[in-house]
């Protein structure tokens, strides 16, 4: 009988599901959109029927524990959400290893691993373990999409914090983000102009084209001259890269990894970036690597698996 462990990254777009042996190596994946405005009823509800279709596709296999990453601050001793924006509807307060316990108990031996932590340091261990900053004993990974997130790895683990919310460069204050609202419910800060969402906002605030719906059409807007959307574009962009410079003047790292869907857009992106960073850090540190993330959708999970096996003891 082949052990697996469930792995699951919960986003405010979509969630992911997969099985995962021993090394973290991902079997089988399904993915749906999460039924964020449904609350955590919904949601829960939803992973256990993705869990359950992929273990009974799956035949032979003895389910040794469950990993997630999810969005919101997570006490990892509890597996409990302890803060979150409004993304997910009635997420602050849910014992979310508790409840999934409960609802694949019948999948699940009575002492398994339910291991739960934030999405980003899921992320970051992906990376680290497996990716972009492997073999690096510090890392700084930072995943820019829909919002904006950070892990710092530190000999191989994630820095989680006294609080739980090491990372959060999401609501570092940076210029250009004035009067933009991040989702956290103040004006200024980092995902208020940096993120996918952000970027758009931003647009609209300098003017642009209000049938322009989201950062997808922005870019293409961008791409085909059009100046407002090529100034938003640069200067969320840059917002991104100055607060990277300020996360890398205090935190030294051996290697930075910029991941996520925005940093896909490509040059256009990567060289705005690149620019504000190295013009706001300081000469000793302008050679730390800024690199591409190598794993994609599969971080997070291949993250929260090798968390779940580390605590089964069977890691790799």
């Known amino acids: 009988m082949h052990e697996v462990v469930v792995a699951v990254d919960i986003g405010g777009t979509k969630t992911a599901v997969a099985l995962t042996d021993r090394a973290a190596r991902v079997l089988d994946t399904v993915v749906a959109p999460t039924p964020a405005g449904d609350g955590p009823d919904a949601i829960v509800a939803a992973i256990a029927r993705m869990a359950e279709g992929l273990i009974d596709a799956a035949g032979d296999v003895a389910v040794c524990g469950v990993g997630v990453g999810t969005a919101g601050v997570v006490d990892t001793t509890t597996g409990s959400i302890i803060s979150s924006t409004d993304t997910i509807a009635g997420w602050t307060g849910t014992p979310l290893a508790t409840r999934l316990r409960t609802a694949l108990a019948a999948r699940l031996p009575a002492d398994a691993v339910v291991l739960v932590q934030n999405d980003v340091d899921a992320h970051a261990l992906g990376e680290a373990r497996f990716g972009a900053a492997a073999?690096?004993?510090?890392?700084?990974?930072?995943?820019?999409?829909?919002?904006?997130?950070?892990?710092?790895?530190?000999?191989g683990h994630p820095l989680r914090g006294y609080r739980h919310v090491a990372g959060e460069l999401a609501h570092v204050p940076v210029p250009g983000a004035e009067g933009l609202r991040c989702p956290c419910g103040r004006d200024g800060h980092l995902e208020a102009i940096g993120s996918g969402v952000g970027m758009h906002r931003h647009y609209l605030a300098l003017g642009g084209d209000d049938t322009v719906a989201d950062a997808r059409?922005?870019?293409?807007?961008?791409?085909?001259?059009?100046?407002?959307?090529?100034?938003?574009?640069?200067?969320?962009?840059?917002?991104?890269?100055?607060?990277?410079?300020?996360?890398?003047?205090?935190?030294?790292?051996?290697?930075?990894?910029?991941?996520?869907?925005?940093?896909?857009?490509?040059?256009?992106?990567?060289?705005?970036?690149?620019?504000?960073?190295?013009?706001?850090?300081?000469?000793?540190?302008?050679?730390?690597?800024l690199v591409a993330g190598q794993l994609g959708g599969q971080a997070p999970l291949r993250g929260a698996a090798a968390s779940a096996w580390e605590r089964i003891g069977g890691a790799s």
């Open 135 to 155: 073999g690096a004993r510090s890392a700084l990974i930072v995943a820019v999409g829909t919002g904006i997130g950070a892990g710092i790895i530190l000999d």
């Open 217 to 289: 059409q922005l870019v293409v807007r961008a791409a085909d001259g059009d100046p407002v959307a090529r100034r938003a574009l640069a200067d969320s962009a840059a917002a991104v890269g100055c607060a990277i410079a300020s996360a890398v003047t205090l935190l030294d790292p051996e290697r930075v990894v910029v991941t996520g869907g925005v940093p896909d857009i490509g040059a256009t992106w990567w060289n705005p970036m690149r620019a504000a960073y190295r013009a706001e850090v300081i000469d000793v540190l302008q050679d730390v690597p």
